[in-house]
């Protein structure tokens, strides 16, 4: 059995499929890989192309139908929120031009959750723009400010850009939870047994990933779009955590407070209450 898959480039995928992408996973489906930005795996979710995508968890409400949750794989965390970022220190954003990685990200809407509260008569326009290309829109005058996520909490000081905000800060303050980034979801049509069966690949991808981090490096580095191997690492470490190997009790307590606070704000339809089972 080969199933279409598609997730990011980014090192924290990498990382978590390498060993199951190349076949070093006794008993794991074959995976067909497309790598592409959130943004279009989002879309791709809503359109149902793949049997397994990395996601928004801001995108749950709108494929839930069609796609199951699992419970491993995924980016949640402590730390490692999107950021607000600006050219000066101290910008007002009321009415200003705001770069964005994806109007279903989940980035997108806990900066949309914090901004109720923190920009009087909100922001101005709001541009989709690929994820890399912000910081340098920001840097440029492009945009007054831009919302950023992965590696960008690392590197924005290279871009001499000052950071106004931190979404996974004001997400943990005002909940205790973790943050909910990034969900890893699959076809239901799959059936019971073979999602149970991804998500044993999953974990076992992610366990022989921290056993021999040296294997997937090659994998990492060749997809990692130029970045320096230090940030990698970061990336690796920051994203890539126990919620990646199971979603546990807080996990899931996170992703219904994450879409149960923003159904009840009226930005994503409201989730039944199995919505989230795994099979």
């Known amino acids: ?49 793949l049997d ?23 980016a949640l965390g402590r730390g490692c929120g999107p950021l607000v970022l600006t050219r000066e220190p101290g910008t007002q954003l009321t009415g200003r031009r705001v770069a964005v990685p994806g109007e279903r990200s ?3 809407l806990l900066f949309r959750l914090w901004a109720a509260e923190a920009v009087p008569g909100g922001v101005g326009e709001v541009v989709v723009m690929p994820f890399h290309e912000i910081m340098p829109a920001v840097r440029d005058g492009a945009v007054d400010a831009g919302l950023v996520i992965h590696e960008a909490r690392f590197t924005y000081r290279r871009f001499g850009l000052h950071a106004l905000a931190d979404m996974g800060e004001h997400w943990e303050s005002t909940t205790g939870l973790p943050i909910p980034l990034g969900a890893i979801i699959a076809r239901r049509s799959l059936g019971a047994p073979t999602l149970r069966l991804l998500a044993d690949s999953a974990r076992a991808s992610v366990r022989m990933a921290w056993d021999d981090p040296a294997a997937s490096r090659p994998y990492v580095l060749a997809h990692a779009q130029e970045m320096d191997p230090a940030v990698a690492d970061q990336h690796i470490g920051l994203y890539v955590n126990e919620f990646t190997h199971d979603l546990g009790e807080a996990g899931y307590a996170a992703v219904r407070g994450l879409l149960t606070r923003a159904a009840a704000e009226g930005l994503v339809p409201a989730l039944g209450p199995d919505a989230l089972d795994f099979a």
């Open 106 to 108: 989940t980035a997108y």
């Open 52 to 74: 397994v995508l990395k996601v928004s968890y801001a995108v749950l409400p709108w494929v839930l139908d069609e796609y199951a949750l699992l419970p491993c794989g995924g």
């Open 1 to 49: 059995m080969t199933l279409s898959i598609a997730y990011s480039p980014c090192p924290n995928d990498t990382f978590v499929f390498d060993a199951w992408a190349h076949g070093r996973v006794p008993g794991a489906p074959e995976l067909d890989v497309t790598f592409a930005d959130i943004d279009v795996t989002n879309a791709m979710a809503e359109r149902g192309e």
